[in-house]
């Protein structure tokens, strides 16, 4: 059974960080690109950062650059997000995204964790 589990979302206040994991289970998870995406109310969902299968190339979005990173652990089949310098508007459900890198329709989404940044 296909499962991607987020964790390690939570309130803090602006300036802060918080670091967010991804289990992953029930597929090559070193076949897969993963990505963070996330959704603020009233939005559509946005790509945040995307590292490749083999972890050789990141794509961050503009707006976290410099403040996110994003890394990935095969022997723990895990994917996680350090968020650092947050900001209000970074207040987001915050979803982790695999992809295969050949078959590209061969997709799965977690269910998503919340981060509130707000004084």
């Known amino acids: 059974q296909v499962q991607l589990v987020e964790s390690g979302g939570g309130s803090v206040q602006p300036g802060g960080s918080l670091r967010l994991s991804c289990v992953a289970a029930?597929?090559?998870?070193?076949?897969?690109?993963m990505s963070w995406y996330r959704q603020a109310p009233g939005k559509e969902r946005e790509l945040v950062v995307e590292?490749?299968?083999?972890?050789?190339?990141?794509n961050y979005a503009d707006f976290v650059k410099g403040r996110f990173t994003i890394s990935r652990d095969d022997v723990k089949k895990t994917v996680y997000l350090q968020m650092d310098s947050l900001e209000p508007e970074d207040t987001a459900v915050y979803y982790c995204h695999a992809r295969h890198a050949i078959i590209r329709r061969w997709e799965y989404w977690g269910q998503g964790t919340q981060v509130t940044v707000s004084s």
């Open positions: 029930g597929f090559t998870f070193s076949a897969y690109a």
């Open positions: 590292i490749t299968n083999n972890g050789g190339a990141r």
